[in-house]
């Protein structure tokens, strides 16, 4: 009974200091699941745009090539803030996720792979018409593809 108090009293204090330092306390595993598979969507979106000016579908523009960016940095800042990955969210109660244990037992290497997508996708941003944008487009798809292999669960 006193352990349990006690345990229990711990858990409010770290919650608290989470919450604190995080502007708000981390969700359930399935909120942050969810958050973090809406933030995927966000990236998805804007791979399909690029991959559109790739194409050939829609004719290359610099400020909507930037936008998509953003869309992306910003779902990414939304994700931080929620506090996404937490390690409390290696499984869902109700919801899949196809995380791998290895965001968690490779913390770094997992920290390496957002680093390679961000230098991608500012890299993309900052073309400035569809040559240069289709020499920097393929690093954001490898981005993708890398951590995917590592830390994302083949369906
Ligand atoms: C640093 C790692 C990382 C990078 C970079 C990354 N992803 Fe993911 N992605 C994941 C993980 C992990 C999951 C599984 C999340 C879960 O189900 O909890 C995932 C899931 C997804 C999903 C499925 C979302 C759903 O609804 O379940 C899509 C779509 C996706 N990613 C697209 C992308 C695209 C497109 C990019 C590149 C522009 C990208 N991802 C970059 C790690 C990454």
Redo the contacts with the bound molecule.
């Keep these: 009974m006193k352990k349990n108090l006690a345990a229990a009293l711990a858990l409010a204090v770290g919650v608290g200091v989470v919450g604190a330092g995080a502007g708000f306390a981390a969700g359930t595993a399935d909120d942050l699941?969810n958050a973090?598979?809406?933030e995927?969507?966000v990236?998805?979106k804007?791979?399909k745009a690029f991959v559109a000016i790739l194409k050939g579908e829609t004719p290359y523009d610099a400020a909507a090539v930037q936008a998509a960016v953003k869309s992306?940095t910003d779902a990414q800042a939304e994700g931080v803030a929620k506090d996404v990955?937490n390690a409390s969210?290696q499984t869902g109660a109700t919801v899949?996720?196809?995380?791998?244990p290895e965001?968690w037992t490779d913390a770094a290497g997992?920290a390496a792979?957002?680093k390679?997508?961000d230098t991608a996708?500012a890299a993309l941003a900052a073309t400035t018409d569809e040559a240069s944008f289709k020499a920097a487009f393929p690093a954001?798809?490898a981005?993708?593809k890398?951590?995917?292999e590592?830390?994302?669960?083949a369906e």
Excluded at 96 to 100: H, I, L, Q, V
Excluded at 150 to 153: A, D, E, T, V, Y
């Design positions: 699941i973090r598979q809406a995927m969507k990236n998805m804007a791979m992306m990955w969210s899949k996720t196809g995380a791998k965001i997992f792979a957002w390679d997508l996708t954001v798809g981005a993708c890398g951590c995917h590592k830390f994302r669960q």
